[in-house]
């Protein structure tokens, strides 16, 4: 997918399909940053990649966890969320450094918080509320 890539969501469900695409080609190690304000479907998108990638369970929001792991298929998928973290503790840092630096998908909702610590392969993806149910998804970087 190039970086003008973007695509217009009507439904929960359009955003899953949007996510099985968006992991079809992945090899292990790619990062996703999700840009977007609260409800916007970060964690939505993040449902449906982890299905596609084999996650027989539930995804939930990882809000006070920080960070929840699905097995996938192949692959193990990293589910963080930074919403709540302020100023990230060193020790915090080195473990999300190893997290997104395997071979594993990772997904990070808020990833503002982290910038420094992200890949320079992270795709850069801003979701936005257009409606009740719609949204647009739109690879910036
Ligand atoms: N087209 C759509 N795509 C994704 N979600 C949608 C869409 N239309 C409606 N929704 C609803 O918007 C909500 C998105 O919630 P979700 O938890 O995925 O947001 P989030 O961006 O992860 O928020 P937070 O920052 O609080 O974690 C869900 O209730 C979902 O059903
Ligand atoms: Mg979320």
């Known amino acids: 997918m ?4 973007s695509i217009i969501s009507k439904s929960p469900e359009e955003t899953i399909n949007f996510a099985k695409e968006l992991v079809r080609p992945c090899q292990g190690g790619e990062v ?3 840009i977007g304000e609260l ?3 970060k964690t939505q998108l993040v449902k449906g990649a982890a299905l596609a990638l084999g996650f027989k369970g539930e995804v939930t929001s990882p809000t006070f966890s920080l960070v929840h792991c699905y097995k996938g298929e192949k692959f193990d998928i990293f589910h963080i969320d930074l919403y709540r973290v302020e100023n990230v503790p060193s020790i915090l840092s080195h473990y999300l450094e190893e997290i997104l630096y395997a071979e594993a998908i990772c997904f990070v909702e808020w990833p503002q918080k982290i910038e420094k610590l992200l890949p320079s392969w992270t795709q ?3 979701i936005t509320i257009i409606a009740q149910n719609e949204r647009k998804i739109k690879r910036i970087r």
């Not at 190039?2 to 890539?5: G, I, L, M, S, V």
Request: hydrophobic content about 40%; glycine content about 16%; charged content about 25%.
């Open 124 to 126: 850069y993806w801003e």
């Open 2 to 5: 190039d970086t003008e890539a």
């Open 32 to 34: 996703f940053a999700l």
């Open 39 to 41: 409800g916007s479907g």
